[in-house]
C-alpha cells in the first residue's frame, strides 16, 4: 500500500511533516515564496518546486507522484486564507481580493490529476463563502465522498485556541477526521509547553537558543506589559497608558490586543505577528515581552530539532514569523495524516468510485 503526496501552498513543511509523521510519502511541496524552500527541503526532504500555483500544471503533479497499480494519490493543501479571516471580513477595501482565486486553482489541478484523496485546511469563515459551496459541490460530482470539519485544535493535544476548517474527500468511500484526542480538562497548556524554557528579556537572545529571541519593547509598552493580567485587558492599565484608539467605542472591540497569555490553558492562536506585542494577546503570562520565535515554534507543534534556518544571520524575526504563523501546525498535519492511513486501511482493495487518472 503506497501513498504518494503533494502539498500545495507548502510554505515551510507544517503539513507535509505532520503527514509523513502519520507514515504518509510526500514526493513534493510547491510554493511562491523561496524563503521557505531551505526548511522545507531540510526538514521534509521532498522536492521543492518553486512556482505560482496558478501556473502550475496538472501535468506536473503527475510525473511526481509514483508510477505504481497500488499507488493512492493525494492532493493536499491550505490556500492562503487571508481573504477568508474574520480580520479581513471587517476590511471594506479587501485589497488581497485577488487570493481567493487561489481556492479556485486548487480546483484546478484536482480536475487535472483526479488523485484519490483530497485535503484542504483553511480558517472556519471559508465554509461560508460560496466559493466553498461550489468546490464542495465540484468535488461530488467528481465522485468523491467529501467531509469536512471545525477544528478546534487543543481537541488534538495542539497546545493553542486555533481554530481550523479541514475538509477530506476519498474516491474510496466516507472519511471524516479521527475523534477527539482530548478534553477540556486535559487540554495541553501554555505551562505544558514552554515554561520550561530559560527566561529572557525583551530584545534578548537566549546564549543556548538563536531561536529563543524576542523583539525588543519601547518604554512606554514595557509599561503597559507591567501593568497588564494574564487574560486581562488594556482595561486595567492607567489612563495615561492606554491608546487613543482604545478610547473609541471600536476599540472595545480590540480587547486582547496588548494582552498576556495565561500559564493554564492553551496559547491564542499564533499568527504572523506572534513577536509583536501589540498585535494580540502575545504577551508572555509573567515575564515582560512578547513570544519568542522558539517558543511559537512550539506553539505551532515544531520539533525542538527543526530547522528554520541554515545559518545563525539569516535569523530575522519578522521572517521566521511569517513563516511560522503561516504554516499548519505540524500535529494538525499529523491527524490529517492518521485519518486518511486510517481511511486507507479500511477501504483499501475496494473499487474507486471513477477510473483512474
Known amino acids: 500500500m503506497k501513498t504518494s503526496a503533494i502539498d500545495l501552498f507548502c510554505g515551510i513543511g507544517g503539513l507535509s511533516y505532520g503527514l509523513q509523521k502519520a507514515g504518509i510519502s510526500v514526493v513534493a511541496g510547491v510554493d511562491l ?23 502550475f500544471r496538472g501535468e506536473e503533479i503527475n510525473k511526481k507522484y509514483w508510477r505504481s497499480k497500488d499507488q493512492i494519490r493525494i492532493l493536499a493543501g491550505c490556500a492562503p486564507c487571508q481573504p477568508f479571516s474574520t480580520h479581513s471580513n471587517k476590511i471594506k477595501n479587501k485589497k488581497q481580493t485577488k487570493k481567493w482565486r487561489l481556492i479556485s486553482e486548487f480546483k484546478r489541478l484536482v480536475d487535472e490529476t483526479n488523485p484519490d484523496i483530497v485535503t484542504m485546511e483553511n480558517v472556519p469563515n471559508l465554509a461560508n463563502q460560496k466559493i466553498f459551496e461550489g468546490f464542495i459541490t465540484f468535488l461530488e460530482q467528481k465522485g468523491y465522498f467529501v467531509s469536512y470539519s471545525n477544528v478546534f485544535c487543543p481537541d488534538y493535544g495542539i497546545p493553542q485556541k486555533r481554530r481550523r476548517l479541514v475538509l477530506l474527500a476519498s474516491k474510496y468511500g466516507e472519511i471524516s477526521l479521527i475523534p477527539k484526542t482530548r478534553s ?49 485587558t488594556w482595561f486595567d492599565w492607567n489612563e495615561e497608558l492606554k491608546l487613543a484608539c482604545h478610547k473609541k467605542i471600536t476599540g472595545n472591540t480590540y480587547k486582547s490586543v496588548y494582552g498576556r497569555m495565561s500559564w493554564d490553558e492553551p496559547s491564542s492562536t499564533i499568527t504572523t505577528q506572534f513577536h509583536n506585542y501589540g498585535t494580540g494577546r502575545f504577551g508572555h503570562p509573567t515575564q515582560n515581552r512578547a513570544l519568542t520565535i522558539r517558543e511559537a515554534a512550539i506553539l505551532q507543534t515544531f520539533p525542538i530539532d527543526y530547522k528554520f534556518y541554515e545559518n545563525e544571520k539569516d535569523i ?27 481511511h486507507i486501511e479500511g477501504h483499501h482493495g475496494k473499487t474507486r468510485r471513477s477510473v483512474l487518472v
Not at 515564496?33 to 501556473?55: H, R, T, W
Not at 523583539?215 to 507591567?226: E, S
Not at 530575522?316 to 486510517?342: C, M, Q, T
Open 33 to 55: 515564496d523561496e524563503s521557505s524552500q531551505f526548511a522545507y527541503k531540510e526538514n521534509v526532504k521532498a522536492d521543492f518546486i518553486l512556482k505560482d500555483i496558478s501556473k
Open 184 to 232: 477540556e480538562e486535559n487540554y495541553v497548556t501554555l505551562r505544558d509547553a514552554i515554561e520550561h524554557l530559560p527566561p529572557v528579556e525583551a530584545g534578548e537572545v537566549c546564549e543556548s537558543d538563536p531561536l529563543h529571541r524576542s523583539i525588543k519593547l519601547t518604554g512606554i509598552n514595557l509599561q503597559r506589559i507591567k501593568a497588564s493580567k494574564p487574560n486581562g
Open 316 to 342: 530575522f524575526i519578522r521572517k521566521l514569523g511569517v513563516h511560522i504563523g503561516n504554516a499548519v501546525p505540524v500535529d494538525l498535519g499529523f491527524v490529517i495524516g492518521k485519518s486518511i492511513k486510517l
